[in-house]
């Protein structure tokens, strides 16, 4: 706020000094020379001239040196200047004086004021009657039949008519009243300057009241919550619009003011002090907010220490615009102000564009190109606005070639290619962000379009880092070229460079080569289970270089595209599942077949695998005969993934049935049979190897 004071009052004090330099109510005896006179007390032309003038031949000045001492001057000159002009504000109050009383009717202040007090109340008057007029208009969104959406945007369109309708009316019927009259050429300015500042004071008020909200009771039927644009608590609401009320009608109680003390009499250096003298009471109130503001936390170290900084940067603020220094002086506003705009202006954008009942309506295109689009607003704004405070002209710029010329054109067309640049990669990221999440698939959509969403999921992601790295080449080269660097070697080199780092990177340059023609060949996508080699998994996501790849088991693999060589798709189109089962040889083959042809029909008919079911479990044949059974292999189409759990229930079911018809699943057995010839063999056998192992055990025991 203390910067936002310094602002008008560096613009009415220039303006001050345009309108001492045209105007001059003082009578002389010889207005040139007088003129003449006050041109070589004025500090800029003394520095214009110290700086024209040229230095001996034996002691050459560097050109740092010249502009150091220019400023030097500058700012000596000025402050010298306002100390010569304290003595004679008395004498230029006085002057003032008669100048009012000869210029109304011999008629003093009183007359001002009672005229302006007038004016205010017959513009306060047709306020009350039109307010009495519209009061009883149902403001729409307020009946019970509209929704919630509706009736907020309602109430806000309510609450903007009625805040700006009421200062319309109150300023046409003011102004125009006064204006209808023939007044005095000093009564007239007067009036009619401090009308326009209490009038843009109400306005701003407005604007506080519509972002703020602070009369956090008045909540309209049906809401919850108070309509405020910016988020704040009631206690922050209040506190910051009192203190924007008190600011603002200080800052144009001044503004008006100080632009009329060149109509009064008063001199350009008188001027400029009396202002300097006005924002010491701006000062005061930023550096209150700053100790008083609401939602900081008890008085620490660290917060005191904030606190501190803060005053005595704004001290500093305040004594570059003394110094005349408006240069520095609006760099260091723009670092204390222009940040928190940025946010401010994004957060009234979104609340203004992003509708409650609908959540997706935060990341549209129209809600980035609106929120944006606000955002390099407020800085283009700024932007202009400096070159306005450093006094430069565009045509100026364009026809010099000096160097500081150049680099100030570079630097305001850099900016204003950036904030291009940003707002193009901000609406392209936020229509793919969106694309993306419409393509979910989901069990609704045909297997045509699950297929066309799967192939957005998996090129997208590619096409935003590949637009983010052109959008940033290309606005850095048109910076560098705005600058006055010359970027045909640049990007000649740039060339020559790559070739040698494709030389040198050869396994990077096949991987991205090779994951170009993947996605061309449309080999995976985003959520395919694939495998190649050792590596197989379900795709999570890729880049440029590799694509990851998640395993059933959970761990992940970065492979690169160079790697992968032929894949194996297990997740496109359609599935064959082969199955076999062995029956013993006494089985009815027949019988079998028609169970499993029943238990596949069955499954296809069951809701929690007909839709994944392409064509029912049945029976192929007999595959062939075994050593213990009867092979029987059986086939089942079904959609890819989904064969895993239609054949578990299939053996499960099939199991049941065999049991339940006597056919018997055939496993391996070993039979053992006992006889009289073979029983004595094995005994004699077993006799004979005792027999053969005594000697041994003799030649064992002998010492």
Not at 378 to 395: E, F, T, Y
């Amino acid at each position: 706020m203390a910067a936002l004071a310094l602002v008008w009052l560096a613009a009415m004090g220039s303006a001050s000094m345009a309108q001492a330099q045209q105007t001059s109510t003082v009578p002389v005896a010889d207005e040139k020379f007088q003129a003449f006179i006050k041109m070589l007390d004025d500090p800029d032309i003394r520095a214009r001239l110290d700086a024209m003038a040229v230095p001996p031949a034996d002691k050459p000045v560097a050109p740092a040196a010249s502009q150091m001492a220019v400023w030097d001057s500058l700012i000596r000159n000025h402050l010298v200047a306002l100390r010569n002009a304290v003595p004679r504000i008395p004498g230029e109050a006085a002057n003032t004086v008669r100048i009012v009383r000869s210029e109304i009717n011999n008629r003093g202040f009183a007359t001002i004021l009672v005229l302006f007090a007038a004016l205010l109340v017959l513009g306060f008057g047709a306020e009350w009657v039109f307010k009495r007029a519209v009061g009883g208009v149902k403001q729409p969104g307020s009946g019970q039949a509209a929704g919630a959406s509706a009736a907020r945007e309602g109430n806000r369109a309510a609450r903007l008519f009625a805040e700006l309708a009421p200062l319309v009316v109150f300023s046409l019927v003011s102004a125009g009243v006064f204006l209808a009259f023939d007044w005095p050429a000093l009564l007239r300015v007067v009036i009619l300057t401090y009308l326009v500042a209490f009038i843009v004071a109400r306005v701003v008020m407005a604007i506080g009241r519509i972002l703020l909200a602070p009369n956090g009771g008045a909540i309209p039927a049906g809401q919850e919550k108070p309509l405020r644009l910016v988020p704040a608590s009631d206690a922050e609401a209040h506190f910051w619009y009192r203190r924007l009320a008190v600011f603002t009608g200080y800052l144009m109680a001044g503004w008006a003011t100080v632009s009329l003390l060149p109509h009064l009499g008063f001199s350009p250096d008188a001027t400029r002090l009396i202002a300097y003298l006005l924002g010491i009471g701006l000062l005061v109130l930023a550096v209150e907010m700053v100790w008083r503001r609401p939602g900081r936390p008890a008085t620490t170290q660290r917060i005191s220490t904030r606190e501190w900084l803060l005053t005595i940067y704004l001290v500093l603020l305040w004594g570059l615009w003394v110094a005349g220094l408006n240069g520095a002086l609006w760099l260091g506003i723009y670092a204390l102000l222009l940040p928190k705009a940025l946010t401010i202006a994004g957060q009234v954008a979104e609340a203004l564009v992003v509708r409650p009942d609908n959540a997706t309506s935060a990341n549209s295109v129209r809600t980035v190109l609106i929120n944006r689009g606000v955002r390099a607003l407020v800085i283009l704004l700024a932007v202009l606005w400096l070159s306005l405070v450093w006094r430069l002209d565009p045509g100026a710029m364009a026809e010099g070639n000096t160097t500081i010329n150049r680099i100030v054109r570079g630097l305001f067309h850099g900016a204003l290619i950036l904030l291009v640049a940003d707002l193009i990669w901000q609406l392209a990221k936020a229509y793919i962000g969106r694309t993306l999440e419409l393509a979910a698939v989901d069990d609704t959509i045909t297997p045509a379009e699950a297929a066309r969403r799967s192939r957005l999921r998996t090129l997208l992601p590619i096409f935003r880092n590949m637009l983010a790295v052109l959008l940033a080449t290309v606005a850095v080269l048109m910076v560098l070229s705005g600058l006055g660097v010359q970027i045909a070697p640049l990007i000649a080199g740039a060339g020559i460079f790559g070739v040698a780092i494709g030389f040198g990177s050869q396994t990077l340059v096949k991987d991205v080569l090779s994951g170009v023609f993947y996605m061309l060949d449309d080999a995976f996508r985003v959520g395919e289970y694939i495998q190649s080699g050792s590596y197989k998994g379900t795709v999570e996501s890729f880049s440029l270089r590799s694509v990851k790849l998640r395993h059933h088991r959970g761990p992940i693999y970065t492979v690169p595209f160079g790697e992968l060589g032929a894949i194996q798709n297990m997740s496109r189109d359609w599935v064959i599942d082969k199955i076999t089962i062995g029956v013993t040889y006494d089985s009815d083959v027949d019988l079998a077949r028609k169970l499993i042809k029943k238990i596949g029909q069955e499954l296809a008919a069951d809701p929690e695998f007909a839709a994944d079911t392409i064509e029912p479990l049945k029976m192929q044949g007999i595959d062939n005969f075994g050593d213990y059974a009867i092979v029987l292999r059986m086939k089942l189409m079904t959609k890819p993934g989904t064969q895993f759990g239609i054949k578990r229930r299939a053996l499960m079911m099939i199991k049941a049935a065999f049991e339940e018809n006597g056919i018997k699943i055939a496993v391996p057995t070993v039979h053992v049979e006992s006889g009289g010839e073979t029983a004595a063999a094995a005994h004699q056998a077993n006799q004979t190897l005792k027999k053969s192992k005594a000697p041994l055990e003799a030649v064992r025991d002998t010492p």
